[in-house]
T-cell receptor, first 115, second 115 residues
Framework: AQTVTQSQPEMSVQEAETVTLSCTYD???????LFWYKQPPSRQMILVIR??????QNATENRFSVNFQKAAKSFSLKISDSQLGDAAMYFC????????????FGTGTRLQVFP | DGGITQSPKYLFRKEGQNVTLSCEQN?????MYWYRQDPGQGLRLIYY???????QKGDIAEGYSVSREKKESFPLTVTSAQKNPTAFYLC??????????????FGDGTRLSIL
């Protein structure tokens, strides 16, 4: 069974600085998708970025980028130029391309942004 | 605007009572999901549905039931058999289950508490 591990329960960053959130996963599959979701205090889950496993190029979305290391089964999220509005819980999630009935989530990392 | 509407935002259950959480989407999505979120844990899948009149159990289906009579609606009933129902419940939808990298879109959630 696939698992997703986020080893950092909490992280903090100064406004305008860069922070990296870690995520590792375990799977025997070669084709899958990875996602980072943000959950602000409002509790709504918001997609931040996605990565297809067959793509070697790391995904980027404005200030958000990933470091996808397929062999190491690592999928970290880098937030550049951090803003106060980035403060939230961040969840890493895995989705099989073959059996795509569910997202498997990590336990989350709470990010605090200090002015 | 298209989206997912969950109601109510807060719900209280008495002992031995069944309660139903509503989830409606106007995104024309085929697939819908129910997740449970507990403190310190990621989201866990309760039930999901690919098409109308069909649904499948997720990882923690015991004590819950669902129906999918309309494409737009996927209500979740928390039965009296669910002994620890206090949690935050999130509904999600996506375009399809198979071979797609499309993310799941989430509602704002319902917080269920025991009286």
């Amino acid at each position: 069974a696939q698992t997703v591990t986020q080893s950092q329960p909490e992280m903090s960053v100064q406004e305008a600085e860069t922070v990296t959130l870690s995520c590792t996963y375990d799977t025997s599959e070669s084709d899958y998708y990875l996602f980072w979701y943000k959950q602000p205090p409002s509790r709504q889950m918001i997609l931040v970025i996605r990565q297809e496993a067959y793509k070697q190029q790391n995904a980027t979305e404005n200030r958000f980028s990933v470091n996808f290391q397929k062999a190491a089964k690592s999928f970290s999220l880098k937030i550049s130029d951090s803003q106060l509005g980035d403060a939230a819980m961040y969840f890493c999630a895995y989705r099989s391309a073959r059996n795509t009935d569910k997202l498997i989530f990590g336990t989350g990392t709470r990010l605090q942004v200090f002015p | 605007d298209g989206g997912i509407t969950q109601s109510p935002k807060y719900l209280f259950r008495k002992e031995g009572q069944n309660v139903t959480l509503s989830c409606e989407q106007n995104l024309n999505h085929d697939a819908m999901y129910w997740y449970r979120q507990d403190p310190g844990q990621g989201l866990r899948l309760i039930y999901y549905s690919q098409i109308v009149n069909d649904f499948q159990k997720g990882d923690i289906a015991e004590g819950y039931s669902v129906s999918r009579e309309k494409k737009e609606s996927f209500p979740l009933t928390v039965t009296s058999a669910q002994k620890n129902p206090t949690a935050f419940y999130l509904c999600a939808s996506s375009t399809s289950l198979t071979g797609s990298n499309q993310p799941q879109h989430f509602g704002d959630g319902t917080r269920l508490s025991i009286l």
